[in-house]
Nanobody, 117 residues
Framework: QVQLVESGGGLVQAGGSLRLSCAASVSISNFNFNAMGWYRRAPGKQRELVAVVTNGGSANYADSVKGRFTISRDNAKNTVYLQMNSLNTDDTAVYYC?????????WGQGTQVTVSS
């Protein structure tokens, strides 16, 4: 079981930036992850896949965050990041880190991001 710990959430004004971090309990360079990424769930809305990076290094983003968010990974720190720029109130949500390895999905506990107008 992979343990994931997110950090970096908080309150920010519209137009601001935040960087979320997701620290894994295993070596992300050695563990056979198919993908790592971020989901979010806003109040009253369905869960949305925000960004994902595959084992091959390809990154994909939800249309709503393209050009504003960037997913990256630091294998030496076993950490995946989500850089969020030009935040708006629609980005307010709990953000969850996840990993996919075969049929197994692991989740972090979530970190709250609140964007004020």
């Amino acid at each position: 079981q992979v343990q994931l710990v997110e950090s970096g959430g908080g309150l920010v004004q519209a137009g601001g930036s935040l960087r979320l971090s997701c620290a894994a309990s295993v070596s992300i360079s050695n563990f056979n992850f198919n993908a790592m990424g971020w989901y979010r769930r806003a109040p009253g809305k369905q869960r949305e896949l925000v960004a994902v990076v595959t084992n091959g290094g390809s990154a994909n983003y939800a249309d709503s965050v393209k050009g504003r968010f960037t997913i990256s990974r630091d294998n030496a720190k076993n950490t995946v990041y989500l850089q969020m720029n030009s935040l708006n109130t629609d980005d307010t949500a709990v953000y969850y880190c996840y990993t996919l390895s075969g049929v197994y999905t692991s989740w972090g506990q979530g970190t709250q991001v609140t964007v004020s107008s």
